[in-house]
């Protein structure tokens, strides 16, 4: 079964860095590409950043490519979101996924973690 699993999050204040983890349980054809995306309250889940495991190829949303980036590390079977300069509007829960395709959209992922929380103060 395949799973994947959150952790990183927190309260922090405006300008700080938060690195979040996602430790698949596998690093097969089904989790050949995985994302990163966040849900504010009220709002939908949108895409943050996306990766192949290997590193060589790269996706992320417009607004938050210069503060955020995404890696990978194939020994641990984990995928990192590094976040700086936090600002309130960061404020969501973070979720892993994993598809075969490095893709913005959220029906493009077949496998979905539980999400960890990151909440930004002013």
């Known amino acids: 079964q395949v799973q994947l699993v959150e952790s990183g999050g927190g309260l922090v204040q405006a300008g700080d860095s938060l690195r979040l983890s996602c430790a698949a349980s596998?690093?097969?054809?089904?989790?050949?590409?995985m994302g990163w995306f966040r849900q504010a309250p009220g709002k939908e889940r949108e895409f943050v950043a996306a990766i192949n495991w290997g590193g060589g190829i790269a996706d992320y949303a417009g607004l938050l490519k210069v503060r955020v980036t995404i890696s990978t590390d194939t020994a641990r079977n984990t995928v990192y979101l590094q976040m700086n300069s936090l600002v309130p509007e960061d404020t969501a829960i973070y979720f892993c996924a994993g598809g075969q395709i490095i893709s913005r959209r959220r029906d493009d992922y077949n496998y979905w973690g539980q999400g960890t929380q990151v909440t930004v103060s002013s």
């Open positions: 596998e690093r097969t054809f089904r989790l050949h590409r």
